[in-house]
């Protein structure tokens, strides 16, 4: 079926027509995009032929398609029903087909679920069956009788690991693999006999009932859905890319000039990267260089269309370098107990658990795991190559050099295309920036040498010309950064708040900064204001937003108490180094910030006196920068900042940021969900892991009813090389204290608190492997559990990123219904990125809510347990859920409050008990206005809102006509987190919102 027709069902949730519907385009429409003529409907799709009339069973037909949409959850919409009873019998059922194959792919549902244990989940207790399976393992020979229960004739070895099983002592209906060592069996293996499936069970109610729409036009819902997918502000995550591919190449594969005015520039790279590929040796490729140079703004941009082009991350994050250890270095090896490292490798603890025992797999001795390689650079065309040094030198050798400096391992493998010191007369300024960047000396006489003199005297702040024995000459850079770094360190703040107004992006980033170092001094507060308000018009609305949430409540920060004591041996070994070196020196000032760093972050793992920190603890969480979701964490050892500063620039981002929306459409009224505080605004979407729900990461959600929670696991093998995956969850108690855990070392839990469905060690395509893990609420309660952090675990280290197929998610079981069962499904998520370890959620069993954190942990080695890795573990996950629950990032009542003062004539905050809080007339209408609405008096609410046009900020779509009474005009617009509005709603997500208020 055509690719587009499935991008737009699952992102519009709209169904091409089935073929032979009356008057209906057709699945493959929207890859034609020609002029109108005798064949093509007005929005460019096919429109097959007229149909003499509606099959006589189509009825009947249709009424058996919507049965099996019922059970995933899908109702199809009247128009889309028509449609259906009118499809051709030949046609119809390819068309149904890909339509619940596309559906069921949503949550997982398209792959074969089965686990090991086929009981589960009555699963086995693991004490019995470890025994059994290490007497089978070290003592059955082929030809001898069973181990374990004497009976002759064992049978042949099973392929692929040669295990010898006895059918009496494991019988083969119970397991969907070898029962010694969890590898799945070749196919044809006498072990395993065909046989019929057992009931699966009666479907559920479904959690959530979506309507299926009919897409009456497909070429305008593939330009609709490329042209949200490219205007948000925000990096795209793989998945948004892979689709933004998918629609561009059928709508506008060798042209730019539909791009949005603003694009996030991680995009603008991929698209101007698809375009010089689909225009390749045609006269159309001069058209769009010509483009992309009107596009450009830095030199970086340059680097990630050209990196972008050779096949490499538009981010510019290289994939880390693996040395002969085979560990990973040049990446984050995260902190604070995030480093996980295999358990063989630590102190006192044995390399084996007997509860963990695997036998060897066919890949014993095997070379380790596979590696994603890096980027081969592409030949560059002639004119592409010029207008590259064109921008360069068009950006100044100053700027440009600087940009390089950046960058530094793309740009010199750039320059091998490049070939910059070719053309030195007609490209100078770009020619010393690689000289810089390559610290290249050359003589004073030749080209190159009077190109960077000439540049010297033209960027006298910024370059300097060096000077060598030889007679050589160089050029050395002074950044930015550094004229920032120096005014600090005279203590003159306005001069660094007058720098940084020349990159109001840097100014917004470093306003924490910038105020600790002001102090109580009321000029270099006010400088600092005032550089704020002059830059505001000039940055991006998500760092705006960011930089004003992130000082919300600075002026009653805490301190840790405790001194800054660097732990273990490496942090007195610091301690000690500092104490030798001057106290001025710059080796002592690296080394104290190391210590710093160390001070108080964690103890060796194999201590295990340490504890996790208590809840409350002031600490820090950074999000460095990476192809994956990871994080930092510090103790909190800043000062508190003058309130005063704090609501004057908060005052400053409520205002631009209001003021930006005032230029979009106005409504009649807006209602927002008061609730949307506990949903951040999404700001980091290419690293999130494509999930179903799409939940922002740090979102606090209720779950849903029910006293149990299935958590299921699926993946295949990399060509050539097996791979392991394990979904294992932790459980702490109130203190983040470890109570137990539940994986493939424990399949259960006091009783049936948690049950594993067993250990799969590999997973061929195309079956591949599944894993399920149930969790029971309330026993897990009555055993002392109250914080659940479930985890998945790469356990003989290969990469996610290298997986063609892994993904994992939750749904709530229906009592004695089926194992798997789509209608159910809560939530779905790609495993993906340079990742081995990875923590979804953190689960409050009391409280019944969860925190999405969507973090990935960094592991090094093989052998990874949740047991070995309790202490980091606790610590990661106490993080995570005390982080997010003090709400330290823009959440989607602050980007809904900004529309609705900019937009809206009256403003309603809704609440889930059926209460509304208005804001009084009189009042002006700003954002901060909107919040203190939290606290105001209850009254009856929005008049009925018939006929009038209105902005609404919801969670759950379904909540809409509860918040919202009465029919809104067209042209109402819903924001919501999960589900899509019904007409006449027009649905809006968040980043759409927030991409709107971009600078003019």
């Known amino acids: 079926m055509d690719p587009v027709a499935t ?34 409907a007005p929005g460019g799709a096919d429109l097959p032929g007229a149909v003499a009339g509606a099959a006589p069973d189509g009825a009947a037909w249709a009424a058996t398609v919507e049965a099996d949409l019922a059970a995933r959850g899908w109702v199809p919409h009247r128009d889309l029903r028509a449609a259906m009873s009118r499809a051709l019998p030949g046609e119809r059922d390819r068309w149904a087909g890909w339509l619940l194959a596309t559906l069921d792919a949503l949550v997982g549902a398209d792959r074969d679920l089965t686990p090991l244990y086929r009981s589960f989940p009555d699963t086995p207790d693991i004490a019995t069956m470890f025994v059994k399976r290490l007497l089978t393992h070290l003592f059955a020979t082929e030809g001898a009788p069973c181990v374990l229960c004497g009976r002759d004739g064992v049978g042949a070895p099973l392929d692929p690991c040669g295990h010898l099983v006895c059918r009496d002592c494991f019988p083969p209906a119970e397991f969907s693999g070898c029962p010694i060592c969890g590898l799945r069996l070749a196919a044809g293996s006498g072990y395993l006999p065909l046989s019929p499936e057992p009931d699966p069970g009666v479907p559920g109610p479904a959690l959530r009932v979506q309507v299926l729409r009919l897409d009456a036009d497909p070429a305008a819902s593939a330009i609709e859905a490329r042209d949200r997918i490219a205007a948000r502000p925000h990096a795209l995550s793989a998945a948004e890319r892979d689709d933004l591919r998918t629609l561009v190449a059928a709508t506008a594969p060798d042209d ?71 560990r990973t270095l040049g990446g984050p090896a995260g902190r604070a107990g995030l480093g996980f490292a295999a358990p063989a490798d630590r102190a006192g603890r044995a390399a084996v ?107 006298p702040r910024r370059l300097t010309v060096t000077e060598h024995p030889d007679g050589r000459i160089g050029a050395r850079i002074r950044t930015h950064a550094a004229e920032v770094e120096a005014a600090l360190a005279r203590n003159d703040v306005p001069g660094a708040a007058r720098l940084l107004t020349e990159r109001p992006g840097l100014l917004w ?134 309130g005063g500063a704090i609501t004057a620039i908060r005052g400053v981002a409520d205002a631009e940021l209001a003021g930006r929306a005032a230029r979009l459409g106005r409504f009649d009224l807006a209602v927002i969900d008061a609730t949307l505080i506990d949903v951040p605004t999404p700001l980091r979407a290419r690293v999130s892991s494509g999930a179903l729900a799409g939940w922002p990461r740090g979102s606090r959600r209720d779950l849903p009813a029910g006293d149990r929670m299935r958590f299921y696991l699926h993946w295949t093998d990399v060509a050539g090389h097996r791979v392991d995956l394990d979904l294992s969850c932790v459980f702490f108690d109130e203190h983040w204290r470890k109570v137990g855990h539940c ?68 749904a709530v079981p229906w009592p004695k219904g089926r194992l798997f069962d789509a209608s159910r499904v809560v939530q779905r998520f790609d495993l993906r990125g340079n990742a081995r370890a990875l923590l979804p959620m953190v689960i409050d069993a009391a409280d019944r809510r969860l925190v999405w954190t969507d973090v990935s942990l960094s592991a090094r080695g093989a052998g990874h347990d949740v047991d070995g890795h309790a202490v980091q573990l606790a610590r990661a996950a106490a993080d995570q859920w005390e982080y997010f629950a003090a709400r330290p990032r823009p959440t989607l009542l602050d980007l809904a409050a900004w529309h609705a003062a900019g937009r809206a004539e009256r403003i309603v905050l809704a609440f889930p008990d059926g209460g509304y809080a208005t804001l009084p007339d009189g009042v002006a209408p700003t954002a901060a206005a909107i919040r203190a609405l939290a606290d105001a008096p209850r009254d009856h609410g929005p008049r009925d809102a018939t006929g009038r046009t209105v902005l609404a900020a919801v969670v759950d779509a379904d909540t809409l006509g509860g918040y919202v009474p009465g029919h809104p005009a067209e042209g109402s617009l819903a924001l919501t987190v999960t589900g899509r509005p019904d007409e006449p709603w027009q649905a809006a997500d968040a980043a759409e919102l927030l991409g709107a208020l971009g600078p003019r």
């Open 509 to 642: 980033r470093r306003l924490d900064h910038l105020l600790r170092s002001a102090g109580r001094d009321a000029a270099a507060l006010a400088a600092v204001t005032a550089a704020a308000r002059a830059t505001a018009h000039a940055a991006a609305p998500g760092l705006i937003a960011t930089a004003s949430a992130e000082l919300a409540g600075r002026d009653r920060t805490v301190r840790v108490s405790a001194p800054a004591v660097p732990v273990g041996a490496v942090g007195q070994a610091i301690s000690a180094a500092v104490a030798a070196e001057p106290p001025r020196s710059l080796a002592a000032r690296l080394l104290r910030e190391a210590a710093s760093r160390l001070a108080g972050t964690t103890a060796p793992a194999a201590d295990p006196s340490w504890t996790a920190p208590a809840p409350g603890t002031p600490r820090r969480l950074f999000f460095p920068a990476g192809d994956v979701g990871r994080t930092w964490t510090a103790a909190e050892r800043r000062a508190p900042l003058p």
């Open 743 to 810: 994986d493939y070392t424990r399949l259960r839990f006091a009783g049936d608190a948690a049950v594993h469905s067993g250990d799969f060690t590999s997973a061929p395509p195309p079956a591949g492997a599944t894993e399920y893990l149930d969790l029971n609420l309330p026993a897990l309660r009555g055993a002392g559990a109250r914080y659940l952090a479930p985890v998945v675990f790469s356990y003989n280290d290969v990469s996610f990123e290298l997986l063609t197929e892994a993904f994992a998610g939750f």
């Open 256 to 326: 730019l000039s539909w791009l949005p005015a603003a694009p996030a520039r991680e995009t603008l790279a991929v698209l101007i990267a698809w375009a010089l590929h689909a225009t390749a040796g045609s006269p159309a490729q001069s058209t769009v260089i010509e483009q992309a140079r009107r596009r450009w703004g830095t030199a970086t941009d340059v680097a990630r269309t050209l990196w972008a082009y050779s096949g490499g991350d538009p981010g510019l994050i290289l994939p880390p370098v693996a040395d002969r250890r085979g």
């Open 7 to 40: 991008v737009l069902l699952r992102r519009l949730g709209r169904a091409f027509p089935p073929p032979g519907a009356a008057g209906m385009p057709g699945p493959g429409a929207a890859r034609v995009v020609a002029p109108p003529g005798p064949d093509t």
């Open 353 to 459: 658990e007997p509860s963990g025992w695997r036998p060897a797999g066919p890949d014993a001795g095997r070379p380790g795991p596979p590696v994603m390689p890096v980027a081969r650079v592409r030949a560059l065309p002639r004119p592409l190559r010029r207008a590259v040094l064109a921008h360069l030198d068009g950006c100044g050798a100053a700027s440009a050099a600087e940009d390089l400096r950046r960058h530094p391992t793309v740009w010199k493998r750039l320059g091998e295309r490049l070939h910059p010191f070719e053309q030195v007369a007609a490209h100078p300024e770009a020619a010393v920036a690689f000289a810089v960047l390559r610290g290249t000396r050359t003589g004073p006489d030749s080209a190159l040498g009077r190109a960077i003199v000439a540049a010297a005297r033209r960027h």
